[in-house]
Every structure is written in C-alpha cells, then in structure tokens.
C-alpha cells in the first residue's frame, strides 16, 4: 500500500535547506582557514589567549581546546593536496568551497547561500505554523520523558526502528533533534552571523551585545555550524541503516511503500 508521507512544502524545504547547509559549511571552513582560532569576547587577535585553534608545526598538523591537543596530520592542519605538495591550512581542499585557498570568494558563495538559507527556512516557518505543521514536530511532555527517551535511543542502537504506521510520523528522538536544530541551532547561527556583519554591528549594536562581542558572535556561528554538521552526519547514517531507497524515495515523491503485511 502506497502513503502520502511528505508534503511538497516540506520536500522542497528540505532538499533547498540540504544544498544550502553544505554549501555554507563548506565555504565557512574556507572563511576560518583565514584565520584559524576562536575566542571569547570583543576581540581576537594572534597574541590572544584562544579557546580553539588548528595550526601546523613543522611536521604535523594539530588541534587545541583549551588545554587538549590532539595531533591531526593529514586531515587538519597539516594535509596534502592531489598534487603531493604539503599544505599547512586548518581544513583540507576537499572539505572546502572552494578547494584552492579563495577567502574573497568563499565570503560570495556563503552570503548568497545564506540568503537562500534564510528566505527559504522563513517562508518554510510561515507555511508549517500557519498549517500546524510545527504539532507533528515539536515532542509532547509524554515523549520527553526519560524513560521513554531512554527507550527510544536502546531501540535506535539495537537497529530496531519504527515500522508500519509508526514509520510514519516521527518518533521522539526525531522530534527533539528537529527542534533543537529549526529553532535552536538555526536562529543561533544566522543571528551569530549577523553579528560578525560589521553593516549590521553599524545598524543594529544591540545583536552584538546580545552575543557578547563579535568573537563571541563568531565562535557560537562555529559551534553550532559544528553541531548541525554532527546532526546531519547522524540523519544520513539514520537513513543509511533503516533503508535509504524508501527514506529518499519517500522526501523525493512524497509518497511511502507500506509492507503488505501492514495492518
């Protein structure tokens, strides 16, 4: 038996919101290749104390948080490119937009995807609260309680994942990854961004207070850039696992394939 599962709205956020993101993540590691260590506060410079920093040394290449360093040769810091020179950069140029160091141009591919970003997930907000949307997605108190959670997260590791009608709607631990990343991560790392703008520090002071100062602004942008890449490493690993013919079948057609033993 065939289903609607997706509505278009939806299937068109989605797949604009997947291109968008990749782009943005990866010309924003061009953009930090620039400058390749965050800090808190109003200002941050080589000489100051940073809390995250890639560098190389003459060798290797090296991760600093705080006190942690952790060696990262050939992936961070300290790589090769396809020609077999070594390049002393934070991120490789397969990870980047684009791969050859360009921070003028990465800065024109993230602000126009950010636009896009933006013009695309606000008219997607509009649609889903004016058609209760937003009541599929957001977790009742019931499926935020510890148990049930705790349930949930042994089903996922045990690779036992909703089937039949259940497949159909999102089950707790979807609901609250989706809304820690629409209306947690998002906002913080488009109002972060506005924050670095110097135009908006010009015409809106207030937002860079809020954050505590632009390089404050600037390492909250990183994070949750970081934590939206985390989530969507964990979302294609999650579809990868329970059948990615019907899970990307399904947000390209909006239609799913019950099993015929669905009741």
């Given at each position: 038996?065939?289903?609607?599962?997706?509505?278009?709205?939806?299937?068109?956020?989605?797949?604009?919101?997947?291109?968008?993101?990749?782009?943005?993540?990866?010309?924003?590691?061009?953009?930090?290749?620039?400058?390749?260590?965050?800090?808190?506060?109003?200002?941050?410079?080589?000489?100051?104390?940073?809390?995250?920093?890639?560098?190389?040394?003459?060798?290797?290449?090296?991760?600093?948080?705080?006190?942690?360093?952790?060696?990262?040769?050939?992936?961070?810091?300290?790589?090769?490119?396809?020609?077999?020179?070594?390049?002393?950069?934070?991120?490789?140029?397969?990870?980047?937009?684009?791969?050859?160091?360009?921070?003028a141009l990465a800065?024109?591919?993230?602000?126009?995807?950010?636009?896009?970003?933006?013009?695309?997930?606000?008219?997607?907000?509009?649609?889903?609260?004016?058609?209760?949307?937003?009541?599929?997605?957001?977790?009742?108190?019931?499926?935020?309680?510890?148990?049930?959670?705790?349930?949930?997260?042994?089903?996922?590791?045990?690779?036992?994942?909703p089937h039949g009608?259940?497949?159909?709607?999102?089950?707790?631990?979807?609901?609250?990854?989706?809304?820690?990343?629409?209306?947690?991560?998002?906002?913080?790392?488009?109002?972060?961004?506005?924050?670095?703008?110097?135009?908006?520090?010009?015409?809106?002071?207030?937002?860079?207070?809020?954050?505590?100062?632009?390089?404050?602004?600037?390492?909250?942008?990183?994070?949750?850039?970081?934590?939206?890449?985390?989530?969507?490493?964990?979302?294609?690993?999650?579809?990868?696992?329970?059948?990615?013919?019907?899970?990307?079948?399904?947000?390209?057609?909006?239609?799913?394939?019950?099993?015929?033993?669905?009741?």
């Amino acid at each position: 038996m065939i289903v609607r599962r997706h509505r278009l709205p939806v299937r068109l956020w989605h797949w604009t919101n997947a291109v968008a993101v990749f782009v943005l993540l990866m010309s924003g590691l061009m953009i930090f290749n620039a400058h390749p260590r965050l800090y808190w506060g109003a200002y941050g410079a080589n000489p100051d104390p940073a809390w995250l920093e890639i560098y190389a040394t003459r060798t290797s290449g090296m991760l600093r948080i705080g006190d942690l360093r952790v060696e990262t040769t050939g992936v961070l810091g300290r790589w090769t490119d396809p020609e077999g020179i070594s390049r002393a950069r934070a991120f490789p140029y397969w990870a980047t937009i684009p791969s050859n160091y360009n921070l003028a141009l990465a800065r024109r591919w993230h602000i126009a995807f950010a636009w896009i970003l933006a013009v695309v997930g606000s008219l997607y907000l509009i649609w889903a609260i004016a058609g209760r949307h937003t009541a599929a997605l957001l977790p009742g108190r019931q499926e935020l309680a510890p148990r049930r959670l705790w349930k949930d997260i042994k089903a996922h590791a045990r690779l036992r994942f909703p089937h039949g009608e259940d497949a159909l709607r999102y089950n707790p631990l979807q609901k609250l990854a989706y809304t820690v990343v629409v209306f947690a991560l998002l906002p913080a790392m488009v109002l972060s961004g506005l924050a670095m703008s110097p135009a908006m520090d010009a015409a809106w002071p207030w937002l860079v207070d809020m954050f505590g100062g632009r390089q404050s602004a600037r390492s909250v942008h990183f994070i949750s850039a970081m934590l939206i890449a985390a989530f969507i490493a964990v979302h294609l690993l999650m579809v990868l696992l329970a059948g990615p013919l019907k899970g990307i079948g399904s947000m390209v057609t909006g239609r799913y394939r019950m099993p015929d033993d669905t009741p």
